[in-house]
């Protein structure tokens, strides 16, 4: 039989997700993720590609005792070491609906749209060229995985989660051994992630105006701030604190931006069509007849929907590129007078403004 302790330890990296260490330890012995899992567990044909559900995507959310004990012996690393490279550890008030997912998905069975288990990472490229830079590994950080983190904290830029080269969407980024350092790379064109730099959705020239726009560095910096403060809420302990509390009114609000649940309507983060927070056509198909999208929208429409919700919230409209005069919430009053939704909306504005700003 094999033995399963395996020759090389990989060393984990702060800040770095499971799955970014699961796929970097098994890119030294040029296998996928999901076979090393295999033989740590001593299983062989589950998690292949036909299956259902993402393992690798499971065990970064949580790891069970069994599975610790597994990883532990055969990567030979700790398991704190291990443990405090998944979301429950380092957040551990977070819910299901915190984690950003990659996409929802029809049951088969039931003909229930659900949310799909593949975590949806972003990345930012900035992030990813100090990696290397400073003689290391490129790797996913935890944070990246959350639904309410779409601006790296550190550089105060967007996150992306497409290919700056070829524009393919990338869920799920390959790794490749450059010299001795490891680099994520588009498994669609092979290019590593900090190749290019630029945005989701926004065409080179306008990309190039963005990094001098001194208003829209205004708006990620407001998107930043509240984005850092849910990063706090879900760092501490579950319960019922306020924090945890204006996140939640924070969700449902999203939810109804996203307005999930009558599909034939217009959405109304899709009425607000600015420059700088454009409109993507197609994308939120993927995430209607879903109860809570939120979590499983891409990341830049994720960012929209915040940043709705912030000039609402800070009367900043002009900060945020949305049109001359007319706030965001009249034209959201107009869009939806006739649904009940409408009432529930204006409800939860009132309550976080009641429980008080991030700030
Ligand atoms: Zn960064
Ligand atoms: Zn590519």
Redesign the pocket.
């Known amino acids: 039989m094999l033995e399963r302790s395996l020759p090389v330890t990989v060393a984990p990296i702060k800040g770095e997700c499971l799955k970014s260490f699961l796929h970097r330890s098994a890119s030294v012995y040029g296998v996928s993720a999901n076979r090393l899992l295999e033989h740590c567990f001593g299983v062989r044909g589950q998690g292949g590609t036909s299956s259902a559900t993402h393992p690798v995507d499971r065990l970064t959310v949580q790891l069970d005792l069994e599975a610790l004990k597994k990883l532990s012996e055969s990567l030979r690393i700790s398991k704190s070491d291990l443990s405090g490279m998944t979301l429950k550890a380092q957040f551990p008030s977070i819910g299901a609906r915190s984690v950003a997912q990659t996409a929802a998905g029809k049951n088969p069975e039931t003909k229930e749209e659900t949310s799909n288990e593949q975590l949806q990472f972003g990345w930012?490229p900035?992030?990813l060229i100090e990696d290397r830079a400073e003689g290391g590994h490129h790797f996913l950080r935890l944070e990246w995985s959350l639904a309410s983190s779409t601006i790296?904290q550190?550089?105060q830029?967007p996150l992306i989660g497409r290919c700056q080269t070829c524009y393919h969407f990338v869920p799920s980024p390959d790794y490749a051994l450059y010299r001795d350092q490891m680099a994520l790379i588009c498994p669609h064109c092979h290019t590593p992630l900090d190749g290019r730099l630029g945005y989701d959705f926004v065409a080179d020239t306008h990309a190039h105006d963005w990094n001098a726009d001194s208003v829209l560095h205004t708006a990620w910096n407001m998107i930043a701030k509240y984005e850092q403060f849910f990063l706090n809420v879900v760092k501490g302990r579950a319960g019922r604190s306020k924090g945890q509390r204006i996140l939640s009114e924070f969700s449902a609000l999203l939810d109804l931006l996203l307005q999930a649940e009558s599909p034939n309507h217009l959405r109304p983060i899709d009425m607000f069509n600015s420059t700088y927070f454009p409109s993507i056509t197609k994308l939120g198909f993927a995430t209607r007849h879903l109860q809570h999208p939120f979590h499983v929208c891409h990341l830049v429409e994720r960012r929209k929907a915040l940043a709705i919700a912030i000039s609402i919230l800070e009367d900043a409209s002009n900060v945020f590129g949305f049109e001359n005069g007319a706030t965001p919430l009249h034209r959201i009053r107009e869009l939806m007078s006739r649904h009940y939704s409408y009432n529930r909306l204006e409800r939860h504005i009132l309550n976080i403004a009641r429980l008080a700003l991030p700030t």
Request: one cysteine or more; proline letters at 0%; glycine letters at 0%.
């Open positions: 930012c900035l992030c790296c550190l550089h830029r």
